[in-house]
């Protein structure tokens, strides 16, 4: 059975801290590993990687992907107050074609 | 371009009821899936349709029910609703032959 697991499952930092959420997975038919944010409702989509070892980033957030060893990680540098929120990583591909999503972990920025 | 609309945004029902949600993809969109989410389970996929056909069903029962219509808006039906059904229902599109998909705001139910 597919599955996607993050870790940890919550993070309490204070802002500036730099910090690396953890996805790994285990799938059938990899297509791409997935990046959300969910702070009140919608999830918005961060990054998508099908590539194994190319970076992707945005501003104080990056992500790479390991395929050989089945995991990503998803850093965030400088934490602000805005950063809070739960990060979920998502794997699409599998027996059924769609989003498989871990847990999430739920990241706490103080000030 | 407008993002994902779903409606209604709260929802409360009595066991037994059945329940329709609706969701509106962004413009050029015609993929549409359907996830549940709960604090116990997480996000779990429902279903996904694109051009009005089922393409692919999570493994739920089949009091949860789908359809899409021509112009890719998408509507979801649970019927006999049970305690258990109590969640965020989030509509999410996605362009063509694209993996990334777009989220709504969600239908939180809530079943009494």
């Known amino acids: 059975e597919d599955k996607v697991v993050q870790s940890p499952l919550s993070l309490v930092v204070h802002e500036g801290d730099t910090v690396t959420l953890n996805c790994s997975y285990e799938?059938?038919?990899?297509?791409?590993l997935l990046w959300y944010k969910q702070e009140k409702k919608a999830p918005t989509f961060l990054f998508m990687l099908?590539?194994?070892?190319i970076e992707k980033k945005s501003g104080r957030l990056s992500s790479i992907l390991d395929k050989k060893e089945l995991f990503s990680i998803l850093n965030i540098t400088a934490t602000q107050t805005g950063d809070s929120a739960i990060y979920l990583c998502?794997?699409?591909?599998?027996?059924?074609?769609?989003?498989?999503f871990g847990k999430g972990t739920k990241l706490s920025v103080k000030p | 371009k407008a993002g994902v609309t779903q409606t209604p945004r709260y929802l409360i029902k009595t066991r037994g009821q059945q329940v329709t949600l609706s969701c509106s993809p962004i413009?050029?969109?015609?993929?549409v899936s359907w996830y549940q989410q709960t604090p116990g389970q997480g996000l779990q996929f429902l279903f996904e349709?694109?051009?009005?056909?089922?393409?692919n069903k999570g493994n739920f029962p089949g009091r949860f029910s789908g359809r899409q219509f021509s112009n890719s808006r998408s509507e979801m039906n649970v019927s006999t609703l049970e305690l258990g059904d109590s969640a965020l229902y989030l509509c999410?599109?996605?362009?063509?032959?694209?993996?990334?998909?777009?989220f709504g705001p969600g239908t939180r139910l809530t079943v009494t």
């Open positions: 998502a794997h699409y591909g599998g027996s059924q074609g769609n989003l498989i």
């Open positions: 999410a599109s996605s362009p063509v032959r694209r993996y990334e998909q777009y």
């Open positions: 099908t590539s194994s070892g």
């Open positions: 349709y694109f051009s009005e056909t089922q393409r």
């Open positions: 799938v059938t038919n990899f297509r791409s």
């Open positions: 413009s050029g969109h015609r993929s």
